[in-house]
T-cell receptor, first 112, second 114 residues
Framework: EDKVVQSPLSLVVHEGDTVTLNCSYE??????LLWYKQEKKAPTFLFML????IEKKSGRLSSILDKKELFSILNITATQTGDSAVYLC????????????FGSGTKLNVKP | DGGITQSPKYLFRKEGQNVTLSCEQN?????MYWYRQDPGQGLRLIYY???????QKGDIAEGYSVSREKKESFPLTVTSAQKNPTAFYLC?????????????FGDGTRLSIL
């Protein structure tokens, strides 16, 4: 059975801390792994990873994929209260078509 | 501005009633999806469609129905057979094929039982 598992389920940190969110997967016909940030409503796209070992970076956020060990991490440095959200990991895994498997998310709370 | 529009934002359903959630996109995407999100949980796939007049069941299709008569539109009907419909419903779209493409999401519809 295809699945995506995220850890931890929730996390409380203080501003300025660095956090690492984990995503492991077992999905046949892997095509890509995506990270999204969800605040109140629609998830917003952060990164898409297709190749192992290549770090994607955007400001204080970065992510990397390990296709041998089947996991990805999302790092956030110097966290701010605006980083508080649910972070979702999804894997695109159905051959020529895009069927996405989502993890349950990590709820990050950054306190002042 | 291109995007996905879901309506209504909030919806209340009475016992035995069917309700329809609207999803319209102007991104010219071939693929469209419906997800259900329960509190503290990730997204679970209800139905998806990669082309007009064709759609497939996702992981939790029971009690739901869809249609795809136009490329831009993918309405979801929550039928009376769905006994626990209270949830947040998200519609998404994406380009089909290639090396994987990110999905774009609407702002969601929150459905509650009266």
């Amino acid at each position: 059975e295809d699945k995506v598992v995220q850890s931890p389920l929730s996390l409380v940190v203080h501003e300025g801390d660095t956090v690492t969110l984990n995503c492991s997967y077992e999905v046949t016909n892997f095509r890509s792994l995506l990270w999204y940030k969800q605040e109140k409503k629609a998830p917003t796209f952060l990164f898409m990873l297709t190749s192992s070992g290549i770090e994607k970076k955007s400001g204080r956020l970065s992510s990397i994929l390990d296709k041998k060990e089947l996991f990805s991490i999302l790092n956030i440095t110097a966290t701010q209260t605006g980083d508080s959200a649910v972070y979702l990991c999804a894997v695109d895994g159905l051959g020529n078509f895009n069927k996405f498997y989502f993890g349950s998310g990590t709820k990050l709370n950054v306190k002042p | 501005d291109g995007g996905i529009t879901q309506s209504p934002k909030y919806l209340f359903r009475k016992e035995g009633q069917n309700v329809t959630l609207s999803c319209e996109q102007n991104l010219n995407h071939d693929a469209m999806y419906w997800y259900r999100q329960d509190p503290g949980q990730g997204l679970r796939l209800i139905y998806y469609s990669h082309i007009v007049n064709d759609f497939q069941k996702g992981d939790i299709a029971e009690g739901y129905s869809v249609s795809r008569e136009k490329k831009e539109s993918f309405p979801l009907t929550v039928t009376s057979a769905q006994k626990n419909p209270t949830a947040f419903y998200l519609c998404a779209s994406s380009i089909v094929g290639g090396a994987g493409q990110p999905q774009h999401f609407g702002d969601g519809t929150r459905l509650s039982i009266l």
